[in-house]
């Protein structure tokens, strides 16, 4: 295992994740009374691992159609499409 792969990936997922809805949706069902914290951190944790799982296979068919520089660019458009997205719909409320 490659540890700086690892520590840059690992970086950049925990930010990613910070403040996103799945934190918040991980947050709203721990917050409830009756509910195990276990069962919602090893529900949230496997949901996490299974998407990841399927980035990673996704990642890998992709990456034989298309050049790094080519999903980049696309990965970086989508990005800066969702943040205008998201910008647009704060103003209007």
Do not use: H, Y
């Amino acid at each position: 295992m490659d540890p700086r792969l690892f520590l840059t990936v690992f970086g950049s997922v925990f930010l990613a994740e910070i403040g996103d809805k799945t934190q918040l949706a991980t947050l709203t069902f721990a917050s409830q009374p009756d509910t195990s914290k276990w069962t919602v951190f090893w529900a949230s944790s496997a949901a996490l691992v299974v998407t990841a799982a399927i980035g990673v296979l996704a990642g890998g068919w992709i990456s034989r159609v298309a050049s790094p520089k080519t999903l980049s660019i696309a990965a970086g458009c989508a990005f800066m499409l969702i943040g205008a997205w998201t910008l647009v719909r704060a103003l209007k409320s």
